[in-house]
């Protein structure tokens, strides 16, 4: 996996942040797309998280995952017209945040992958929770990393 993919993604994070205060202020968002915009403000800037931030680029790329995951929900499930004028706004195109959402994915399942041979490696994970975990991702979900986390933590408890 070349990390120096991740640049660009990473110069488009003010646009990111753009688009996600523009989509906020639309007036014809539901409740539920407010609340999901909102809560990941509040998971970014929160002390809680899938993946602790001090675990070198790992405990970075959920939050990321979990940016965009929102703002591709919200703009998606906005009328098309509503959706395409605040990415214009915040000058990004649909394309691009699609380009961005499989780089993560990608980035997260191979750093998850590094991890997850390691610990099994190491004896902290048992064989069925890493495929657990792994057929998670694979169906391209922040589940699979939650899943991991806690199959960790249960590890460690037995």
């Known amino acids: 996996m070349n990390y120096w993919k991740l640049g660009p993604l990473l110069l488009r994070l003010p646009k990111y942040g753009k688009l996600l205060l523009s989509l906020s202020q639309e007036p014809t968002l539901s409740l539920a797309q407010r609340l999901t915009l909102a809560g ?3 998971y970014a800037f929160s ?3 899938l993946i602790p931030g001090v675990i070198p680029i790992l405990g970075q790329v959920d939050d990321l995952v979990v940016l965009l995951v929102a703002i591709r ?3 998606y499930s906005c009328p098309d017209r509503i959706g395409r004028r605040h990415l214009k706004r915040a000058g990004l195109e649909l394309e691009e945040i699609e380009s961005d959402y499989r780089l993560l994915v ?3 399942g191979v750093m998850v992958a590094g991890v997850t041979r390691i610990a099994r ?6 064989y069925r929770e890493v495929r657990r975990a792994g057929r998670s991702i694979g169906q391209g979900g922040m589940l699979g990393l939650g899943m991991m986390r806690q ?3 249960g590890s460690k408890n037995n």
């Open 151 to 153: 199959a960790l933590a």
């Open 73 to 75: 929900s919200t703009v």
């Open 47 to 49: 002390p809680i998280d």
């Open 121 to 126: 490696a190491t004896g902290v994970i048992s």
């Open 106 to 108: 990608e980035t997260a």
């Open 40 to 42: 990941t403000v509040i």
